[in-house]
């Protein structure tokens, strides 16, 4: 099973900054099968980007996504008061086995 | 406009067995390019994928927990049915269905989720 490691755990940053969240995964994966979900509080997930960079339907253009192999990335490059939240990414492998990240909390600093 | 709702038991016993319905509208089961995912997550934790399903009736479950789970479908009735024996309370969580699109395995569209509890 591939596992998939996010990184840091919480990141402290203002309004208007940019944010970079990292997901390393134990062993190569599609690109094609990383995609990356946004969490609010009380509120079920919502998917930001698709094959490692294709942003899904009414994503802002500021949300991007880049890597190849185990290494992915979701860079938010300003961000908005309403982008404050927990972002999780997700592979599909081989099995086929289907998992997600710990996570990457975005904290107003 | 594409809906999927979760039904099933707030409280559930030690050992008992959890059934869970996923009703979706605005596609159909019979869609090749989109499948039926369930996913749990227990409080102030991760994500945890489950099980899907798709058209032809593929399915595949979560190794750690694939002796305790059954996925089925009924087209007709545009339902996903998710059953997990011998339930524990670290088995507490929120459990979502989304559907699963087969282009790029990501899930587009979820259900609010439905909060089960383990306790005797």
């Known amino acids: 099973e591939i596992v998939l490691t996010q990184s840091p755990g919480t990141l402290s940053l203002s309004p208007g900054e940019r944010a970079t969240l990292s997901c390393r995964a134990s062993q190569s994966v599609s690109s094609s099968y990383l995609a990356w979900y946004q969490q609010k509080p009380g509120q079920a997930p919502r998917l930001l980007i698709y094959g490692a960079s294709s942003r899904a339907t009414g994503i802002p253009d500021r949300f991007s996504g880049s890597g190849s192999g185990t290494d992915f990335t979701l860079t938010i490059s300003r961000l908005e008061p309403e982008d404050f939240a927990v972002y999780y990414c997700?592979?599909?492998?081989?099995?086929?086995?289907?998992?997600f990240g710990g996570g990457t909390k975005v904290e107003i600093k | 406009q594409v809906t999927l709702k979760e039904s099933g038991p707030v409280l559930v016993k030690p050992t008992e067995t959890l059934t869970l319905t996923c009703t979706v509208s605005?596609?159909?089961?019979?869609?090749?390019?989109?499948?039926v995912s369930w996913i749990r997550q227990p409080p102030g934790k991760a994500l945890e994928w489950l099980a899907h399903?798709?058209?032809?009736?593929?399915?595949s479950y979560s190794t750690s927990l694939k002796s305790r789970l059954t996925i089925s479908k009924d087209t007709s009735k545009s339902q996903v049915v998710l059953t997990m024996t011998n339930m524990d309370p670290v088995d507490t969580a929120t459990y979502y269905c989304a559907r699963i699109r087969t282009h790029h395995y990501g899930m587009d569209v979820w259900g609010q989720g439905t909060t089960v509890t383990v306790s005797s």
């Open positions: 997700q592979q599909y492998g081989s099995s086929p086995q289907l998992t």
């Open positions: 399903i798709f058209s032809n009736d593929e399915k």
């Open positions: 605005g596609f159909s089961l019979s869609n090749a390019r989109m499948g």
